[in-house]
């Protein structure tokens, strides 16, 4: 199924806050990458808890296929996918193979099934050596793999990942990269946040960038170098800097880092 997500006028403050989302409208369709980029505490993570339905905005609403977040939540749930960027927040049971399990099992899938899934996808991010191991006694960037697996194992429409690259080295962030563009090819609906500038230009085919609870955007990714970096108050990535003294134009630059 295909979803069309559109914010409005998202206002929000923590109890006792000042207001830490300002007016926000965000718009994410299927088959496409969405990417919040943005400085530590400019409100990304709080952003992507009211878009998948886990906040609730104080002013504004979230609006899947036209229709209120809110009010369709419980059945729509099964649907969305939410990687936390402390994957602490997200594992809770004893075993990771559990861990996996976990949401197929309570879809009701039969024991059989749910372990051909489980080893499909603990094959897929190479987790398969993990499964009879305690999640807490994981390293940080394996708890991710894990809470990732807990995830695409449902095979939710629209995915939701929070600082997805944090703690994965090289190969793991290219698998990462890999896992989400084949996330766009089948037509799901990606929201990515992240602080590097590089990673959002890599992948996003929509840009948002936020800085002290404003959203800016959308931006392709060309826009987001050309006037979206100057709203950030970002300084331009070093391959635009390297690149373009050895003559390269920003579009070829974003072409190269994009194919690479
Ligand atoms: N539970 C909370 N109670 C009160 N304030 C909070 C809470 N969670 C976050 N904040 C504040 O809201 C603002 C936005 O936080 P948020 O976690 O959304 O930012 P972020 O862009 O995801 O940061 P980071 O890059 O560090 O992950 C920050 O000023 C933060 O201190
Ligand atoms: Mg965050």
Known sequence: MEWNIVARNIWFKYSGSEYVLR??????????????????????????????????????????????????????????????????????????????????????????????????????????????KRPYSLSMGEKKKVALASIIVYDPDILFLDEPLANLDYSNSRLLEKIIFDFKKSRKNIVVTTHSIEFALRIGDKIYGIVDGEVRGPYSPLEFIEKGLETLNASIPLVFEVCGRMGLKPTDIIKMIRNS
């Open 23 to 132: 007016n926000t409208n965000i718009t994410i369709d299927p088959g496409s990458i969405t990417v919040i980029v943005g400085p530590t505490g400019s409100g990304k993570t709080t952003l992507l808890l009211i878009l998948s339905g886990l906040l609730k905005s104080s002013k504004g609403a979230v609006y899947y296929n036209g229709r209120l977040l809110q009010e369709i939540l419980p059945d729509i749930r099964k649907h969305i996918g939410v990687l936390f960027q402390d994957p602490n927040d997200q594992l809770f049971n004893s075993t990771v193979y559990d861990e996996i399990a976990y949401s197929l099992r309570t879809l009701g899938l039969s024991e059989d099934d749910v372990r051909s899934r489980v080893f499909l996808v603990s094959r897929l991010l190479g987790i398969e050596h993990l499964l009879g």
